[in-house]
Structure formats: structure tokens, C-alpha cells
């Protein structure tokens, strides 16, 4: 049966375990999986902008043997010309892995739905998983272990990033906290569902507005953007709500002292981090930004070996 990555907990423990190893092996022998030899072609979808994204999954499907086909909606008959189930249905003939970068979650289950080759989202409105990935790995590289490990998570609690966390850093067995000003805190259904899953596997959950609460003695800490796209129209608003979740070197000093800081990129200094803080000893961001690279690799020749 073929196997979908769109959100974090589609995939087990132990599967995101097996991924992550596999992306490490992929780390040390970049060129050692064909799982696209043929070519046979990758398509790389997106509705929003990216570099990351873009160049992780470009680079990553050459790597793996294949063809990295990049479309930009803006120039496809995708979206309001033509519905996702009739653009899935083209896809899966000629390709052999989907990947796509979207508004609305409800998209991609929906082009999940209708293709028998994976469908990667590559951020939604709801979850980044291919994000979580190489955080895990990251924090893997510098710590050594996840399981039992505590991460935090300060300021826009609402949104993809703080999602995917709950769920995905829950999976890895980690005491997961996140933080944000209240109007801007996780819904219901997926705290209920990061919680399930943390009492599965040894972690725990902390949501607070508190973001010294979230911090204190943390592992590893991240933030992201305070606008994700799509919101640009809120930033006047957003940056007045969001005063005192700023990552500075006050609030960085109740983490431990050998804590790493991560950010998911792009990132405003200034606004959810100061410069000192993301240019600094502690910050592991351009391993983690490199990381997205292995972690996809990693995901897309397991998906394809399962699918099969
Ligand atoms: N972190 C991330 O997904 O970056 P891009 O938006 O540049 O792809
Ligand atoms: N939360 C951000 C993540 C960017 C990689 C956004 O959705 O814009």
C-alpha cells in the first residue's frame, strides 16, 4: 500500500527511528540509494514561496538517481483551473513521488487520496513534517540522544512549526514545551493528540503563555517566524501580540547551559530572536538548514521502498 508523509504521525516511533538512522547513512554516503534511477521524476509543487524547501528536494532527488521537476502553481493549471484530484490523477502516471508545499492541509490529504505514489507535504497551512525531520537529526548530531531529552518551542504557538513539534518531537520520546501569547496557542485536537502519543513513548507536553516556563532547562530550543505566509496581512497586529516571546540572551540563559538553538529559517532578527542568540555558540541553524537535505532523502527512498 502506498505510503503518504503528511503530517508527523504518519509515519511510527519506530518508523521516524529507522528514517533518521537512514538519513545519517545518507549523510555519511550521499550517493549510495537510487531509489529514482532511471531517471524517474520527482514533482516538487509549490503554492508558496521557498529556498530551503526547494534546494533540499532539487538536490535530494538528484541525488537519489532522479529527476527533480519544479512547478510553480502560479504557472500551472493547478488551483482554481483545474481541481487536485484531476492533477493528482495526471501525476501519479508519470511520476514517482509528489511533493507539495500548500495553504490549505485539507489539499494534500485530498491529493493523497487520488495517487497511488507518495504525497510529501512540504509544509501546509497545519504541519511542516519534513521541517521536524531534520530538527530531529540535528538535535540527534548534537546531543546524541532524543528520548527523554526536553525541547521548547517559543512563540507562535499556532502555527505549522508548533504543530509539527507537538506531534513529531512526542513521536521521539522528548519532553516537548511550547509557548506563546495567549489568541496564539495550539487548537485543542492537536495538544489532545501530542499528549496520546507522548504517554505512548515516555514524553511529556507543557502549553503555556509562559515562555521562561517553557524554556527552563531545555535541551534544545526553537522559534520561527511570528507571520507565517499567508498571514502578511497581520504583521502590524502580530508584532504588537507576540512583545516578550523574543528569543534573546536573557530569556536563552534558562535553558541549560549546553542547550542549541534551531530556527526553522527564514528568520527575522529582532522580532522572534535577537542576533546574538541566532548568530551565536549555541545556534545550530545552518546544520539544521543542511539537514533538511539528508532528512528528505532519507524520507523519500523509505517511502518509495515501502510504497512498493
Ligand atoms: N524552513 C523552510 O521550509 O524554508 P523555505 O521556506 O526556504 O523552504
Ligand atoms: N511558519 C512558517 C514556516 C516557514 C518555513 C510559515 O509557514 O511561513
Redesign the pocket.
Known sequence: MVRHFLKDDDVTAAEQAQILALASELKAAPYSRRTFAGPQTVALIFD?TST?TRVSFTVGVADLGGNPMVIDTGTSQMGKKESVADTARVLERQVATIVWRTYAHSGLEEMAANSNVPVINS?S?DY?PC?ILADLLTIKEHKGTLAGRRFAYIG?AS???ANSYLIGMALAGMHVAVAGPSGYLPNAAVVARAQEIAAAHGGSVLVTTDAAAAIGNADAVAT??WI???QEDEKEQRIKDFAGFTIDAALMSKAASDAIFLH???AYRGYEVTADVIDGDQSVIWDEAENRLHAQKALMAWLVEKSA
Open positions: 508558496k530551503r509544509l497551512d511542516h521541517q507562535d502555527n505549522n512549526m520561527d517566524t507565517s505566509m499567508g526553522c529559517l527564514p
